[in-house]
């Protein structure tokens, strides 16, 4: 189905979704002769009720940025040249099937990136391609990132998607450890304005309270901030399941008839005394004890981790431990605690066990670090793609993915990007690593395509549904983003780069209607060929959301309920529908076998030993490197864009005064940065925002290389951290990176 009305005479107004982080602002555009001229926020959307944040008034920056790809470029003789897409689909296809019938599938490697999550054709057609790709060697900016909060939900609720959000805004207390949602607007929690929803919870007369080495924007603003020592966060969160059950403070409630391992975890916890966990954290015992009496005496609570928790050495257990100490409190699962989401586009569970959920289905070649979610861990890339032997990774595809800033150890990553036999990049800039592909596909612009949030409508605060047809129109020599995958999935399942990506479109809805109409009893039996002609009014991502919407808790069940929501019927609401509060989902959501909330999963019961090893070990005296967020950046993604690069230097190195005296540093002088791996060297800002002994580089810097053709990003450079961090500092339990809490030295530089 495509839009009526002429999308490139005179001026309109236009709607649609942010897809530029996790908070899902509605937009409101000015679309001028065909360009986007200005972008506000949509004070009528459901959701946001017009707020917006720097970033996605630069929306349309992004889109119509000159350096952004609009054709396939194809390197020749060490050149990008512009090609058409036949052209280039026909090199991808003779540069990567010779290697794949010589060394095997497993020779070609993927590496998704965060942005690819946030567009609805990466979210749904990515899947086809990765089928007909068949490698075992697939990464992703998960395993930098959530995987650690992914492990947790699976082991103890059954599915990895299944994530307690914390239910902003009805909570009467919300300690949020290692989060600035003040200047990241969130994530693992969509809620648009973040800063409005924390000050109306003050308003109300709620308590907010912030663990975090730094006093961010967001401790700022908080009643109480304490401030961690990195990679404590376990330390203090076990701290506080010990004072509940020593204090008799541990009351789940109706939880406690759909829970297993309670007492399992008052036997684990004992050892970690406020007292024994003092000189690890940083934190007083006295204030440990505070905080576990306030949390369980709240009239409802709700406990919420992000970054600090998952990069570190400890990102599984601590993770996890969050939402313990929400079933402990009896907060999970109710109003003002932390809840699950009832999106629309998914079937409502509603009768508990399952399957279960299971990881380490197979392992990294060199390694043998286990499965995660269908993808081995990122530490480990550059030792796939470096060391020789079977199943050595001799070609990469990046879709949407910066490795190079993203990564670990970048200077290996950029040298072993430099070594591949060849390499293919969907992303619409040359950047740090797209500059040594030999094909860059670029998928067309973000206010040309469809969008939806698949992902993040999941993880919703409020249960919200907003769908957004293309803004302006694409141009004829560009692709979308499923057009893409769905080619690249036609040449590795051996139709080669001539074959129709409407034939595959076709067989990917036959395959999603399929099981739907053949199941007895259901209300869809015997309907496919009625249905798959209905879904032929749309294509690609469409069509199955289309099907997942109508097959959804508030769906028209293809006539079953003819009130209820299609995508066509979305697509009339420009603004969005708000669908309600979050509800109670225990125990229908439930899919382990058990039908039970496993509290004490043996992975994270194992863990846990680790971590009581270390009660009795000496803490280290030396400098911990942290990251941090800033409202104008978005990981690596938008570097680009003027209006969100000027003002102040950000790639700077904040240090505590007395750290300062210590080192010998000034305020504006120069630093140098050393650890395991290499060495950079940033201006310094002194500042008694950072809790001494630490010190703090925000990521996604460091743009200014050869061969990168983003004018801005390179003149504004700055320094990337991922230089510094160290690829063989982990967790072992859920194989996250640990990009925080990094042992540096810190020396002045001249």
Not at 275 to 295: K, N, S, Y
Request: charged share 20%.
């Amino acid at each position: 189905m495509s839009d009526q009305m002429d999308l490139t005479a005179g001026e309109r107004t236009a709607y649609r979704t942010c897809p530029l982080c996790e908070a899902t602002c509605g937009l409101e555009i000015t679309i001028k002769d065909g360009r986007a001229v200005h972008v506000r926020g949509d004070r009528d959307d459901v959701f946001s009720r017009g707020y917006l944040c720097p970033k996605g008034t630069a929306l349309a920056d992004l889109h119509h940025d000159p350096d952004r790809l609009r054709r396939p470029l194809v390197k020749k003789e060490g050149v990008f040249r512009e090609v058409s897409w036949d052209e280039a689909f026909a090199a991808v296809q003779a540069g990567l099937m010779p290697l794949i019938e010589k060394h095997g599938k497993n020779a070609v490697g993927l590496y998704l990136g965060n942005p690819n999550a946030h567009t609805m054709a990466g979210a749904l057609a990515v899947r086809p391609f990765i089928k007909a790709l068949g490698s075992r060697n697939v990464f992703s900016a998960s395993t930098v990132d959530q995987i650690p909060k992914h492990l947790a939900s699976g082991l103890m609720f059954g599915h990895p998607a299944t994530i307690a959000v914390p239910d902003l805004d009805r909570t009467d207390y919300l300690l949020i450890l290692g989060a600035d949602p003040m200047e990241s607007n969130g994530s693992l929690a969509t809620a648009p304005d973040w800063p409005g929803r924390l000050r109306a919870l003050k308003e109300r007369g709620g308590r907010l309270v912030v663990v975090d080495p730094r006093r961010t924007r967001t401790a700022g603003l908080a009643h109480w901030h304490l401030a961690i020592r990195p990679n404590a966060d376990a330390f203090l969160l076990m701290a506080l399941v010990q004072v509940l059950f020593a204090e008799d403070l541990a009351r789940p409630g109706r939880l406690a008839d759909h829970a297993l391992g309670i007492d399992q975890m008052k036997e684990l916890s004992r050892p970690f005394t406020p007292e024994a966990v003092e000189g690890h954290t940083g934190i007083p015992a006295d204030q440990i004890r505070t905080l576990a009496r306030e949390l369980a005496g709240a009239p409802s609570a709700a406990v919420y981790g992000r970054m600090g928790l998952s990069t570190v050495g400890y990102g599984g257990l601590a993770t996890w431990l969050v939402d313990v100490v929400n079933v402990l409190t009896g907060n999970l699962d109710r109003p003002g605690g932390a809840m699950f989401p009832t999106p629309a586009h998914l079937p409502k569970k509603q009768k508990p066990g399952g399957k279960g959920w299971t990881f380490g289905r197979w392992a990294s070649r060199v390694g043998g670090f286990p499965e995660i979610l269908g993808e081995l861990p990122a530490h480990t890339l550059c030792d796939e793609m470096e060391t020789p032997g079977e199943g050595q990774i001799r070609a990469l595809i990046t879709i949407a993915s910066n490795p190079v800033i993203g990564l670990p150890n970048a200077a290996r990553v950029d040298r072993a990007l430099a070594a591949l036999d060849f390499m293919v990049s969907v992303d619409f800039y040359v950047n740090a690593s797209t500059r040594h592909a030999h094909v860059i596909l670029p998928p067309t612009g973000p206010l040309s395509t469809a969008h939806y949030d698949v992902n993040f409508y999941n993880m919703s605060v409020r249960n919200i549904a907003h769908y957004s047809p293309p803004v302006l129109p694409m141009p004829d020599d560009e692709r979308d983003k499923w057009e893409i995958f769905y080619k690249l999935a036609l040449i590795f399942s051996g139709q080669g780069s001539g074959a129709d990506v409407g034939t595959l479109d076709d067989f990917v809805t036959a395959v999603l209607v399929g099981p739907a109409t053949q199941k007895p009893g259901s209300p869809l039996f015997g309907k496919e060929a009625e249905i798959l002609a209905e879904l032929k009014l749309w294509k690609g991502p469409d069509r199955m959301l289309d099907f997942m919407l109508r097959t959804g808790p508030h769906g028209d069940g293809f006539g079953v309920n003819p009130d209820g929501l299609t995508l066509a019927k979305l697509r009339e609401q420009p603004h969005g529908i708000d669908l309600g509060p979050l509800e109670p989902r225990i125990p229908g959501i439930l899919a382990t076998p058990s039908g039970k909330i496993e509290l004490a999963p043996e992975p994270m019961v194992q863990d846990a030993g680790r971590l009581k090893k270390q009660l009795g070990e000496k803490v280290a005296d030396e400098p911990l490197l942290i990251g941090r967020r800033h409202l104008r950046t978005n990981n690596s993604w938008m570097p680009n864009i003027p209006v969100l690069v000027k003002g102040p230097d950000r790639s700077v190195l904040f240090v505590h005064p007395d750290d300062a005296i210590r080192w010998g540093l000034t305020e504006d002088g120069r630093a140098k940065v050393v650890s395991r791996v290499g060495e950079v060297t940033v201006p310094v800002r002194i500042t008694d925002e950072i809790r001494p002994g630490v010190v703090s580089l925000p990521h996604g810097w460091g743009h200014d290389l050869d061969g990168v053709q983003m004018a801005t990003a390179r003149e504004h450079g700055g320094v990337n951290v991922n230089l510094v961090t160290d690829d063989e500092r982990f967790d072992p339990l859920s194989q996250n990176s640990a990009l925080n809490g990094v042992p540096v030295r810190v020396f002045p530089a001249a």
